[in-house]
Every structure is written in C-alpha cells, then in structure tokens.
T-cell receptor
Framework: DTEVTQTPKHLVMGMTNKKSLKCEQHMGHRAMYWYKQKAKKPPELMFV???????INESVPSRFSPECPNSSLLNLHLHALQPEDSALYLC???????????????FGPGTRLTVT | AQSVTQPDIHITVSEGASLELRCNYS??????LFWYVQSPGQGLQLLLKYFSGDTLVQGIKGFEAEFKRSQSSFNLRKPSVHWSDAAEYFCAVMGGNEKLTFGTGTRLTIIP
C-alpha cells in the first residue's frame, strides 16, 4: 500500500482565519514533505521532515507553520494567509535508509486551498 | 544544483499511437530520476524511477524510460497510448541534497 491521505480536500479561508491541513501515511516512512503547486506549474518544495524533525525549510513565510506530531502525521498550520497563497498543497512521504539515504516520494491527492 | 528540462509543453497523439516524452537533466553525479503523472486537480502518481543498474526501467501502466548518461536524458515511452493516459507528466531529479526538482511538465492530449 502506497497511500498518503490528505484532509480536507478543499478549503476556503479568509485572510484572518487560522486553519490546518493534515497529512497521514501508514507505510512506515520516516521522511515527509510539504509542497505547494500553483496552476499549470510543477510542485515546489516547502518543508522536509526527517525522523519527525524539520530538516529543510525552503524560506517559507512564517504564516505557514509545519508540525510533525508523530511518524505518521504531518500538519501544516495556516494563519493570516494572502490570496496569492491559493494553490494545491501536496504532502508526500518516502522511506529513509539506515545511512540517511532517500528513496522515491509518494504523494497524497492534495488540498485545494482558496484564500479570499 | 540539479535541474530538469522538459522541452515539450504540450503533445497531442492519437489513441493507439506510440508516445515519447523528453526529459533532460543537469546534475554532476549519477542522479536519481523519476517520472510522475498528474490528472487535473489530483496528486502525483509515481510511474517509474531510476536509481542505478539497468538503464531501461519499466513502470506502471505500460510505461518505460531509458536513462542515457551521455545525453543526460531520461525519456518516457509507451508503445500504445489509451485515452486514460491524458494528463500532465513531470520528470524529476533528486540529487544528494534529497530535494526533488521537477521539470515544468508536459501536457498530453489524446485524440480518438
């Protein structure tokens, strides 16, 4: 089973709202990722968690706050977003080798976020 | 830093015809290479991957890709396309920094 689940599927929020995106996998993967994808563009990496610790932050604005409460769950907390943050937010996960080597990433279906 | 070029923005093929999508990468060492497919409004599905070994790799849905180091290419092929293959296709490369870098994508349209 290579399933990554994401909730909600769609989210509409105002610029003063606080909301969270959730991602879950039960494949035993120890690396999890958040990507942002604008229309007709490739995904862009936002954050990487490795063994539940933040290992890469691609200079993402602080209005996006990631959290990895355990090895199966990844959250993205949203606060004071701008209309230009409207996009498809994708979560992915991958195995980690014993030497830290990385494998292929499996993606969830995404959350379509609209900021009004 | 690694990069990927997909020279074709949009390709149209007839159902039953063969398909080749082009991908060129830039990376100093042996890269990890991937092809993903994305249907509208959906997530990305992994079609196939190359890490090492045999340069011709088989994937799901009848797709295959060939790694050619001399040409820095990793082209995707399918001998006979089906209407359900219409989608956006992304080539991606991963270097030593564990970051997955995507090409700009190729949109595939299938005509009956």
């Amino acid at each position: 089973d290579t399933e990554v689940t994401q909730t909600p599927k769609h989210l509409v929020m105002g610029m003063t709202n606080k909301k969270s995106l959730k991602c879950e996998q039960h494949m035993g993967h120890r690396a999890m990722y958040w990507y942002k994808q604008k229309a007709k563009k490739p995904p862009e990496l936002m954050f990487v968690y490795s063994y539940e610790k933040l290992s890469i932050n691609e200079s993402v604005p602080s209005r996006f706050s990631p959290e990895c409460p355990n090895s199966s769950l990844l959250n993205l907390h949203l606060h004071a977003l701008q209309p230009e943050d409207s996009a498809l937010y994708l979560c992915a996960s991958s195995r980690r080798g014993t030497s830290g080597s990385t494998y292929e990433q499996y993606f969830g279906p995404g959350t379509r976020l609209t900021v009004t | 830093a690694q990069s990927v070029t997909q020279p074709d923005i949009h390709i149209t093929v007839s159902e039953g015809a063969s398909l080749e999508l082009r991908c060129n990468y830039s990376y100093g060492a042996t890269p990890y290479l991937f092809w993903y497919v994305q249907s509208p409004g959906q997530g990305l599905q992994l079609l196939l991957k190359y890490f090492s070994g045999d340069t011709l790799v088989q994937g799901i849905k009848g797709f295959e890709a060939e790694f050619k180091r001399s040409q820095s290419s990793f082209n995707l092929r399918k001998p006979s396309v089906h209407w359900s293959d219409a989608a956006e296709y992304f080539c991606a490369v991963m270097g030593g920094n564990e970051k997955l870098t995507f090409g700009t994508g190729t949109r595939l349209t299938i005509i009956p």
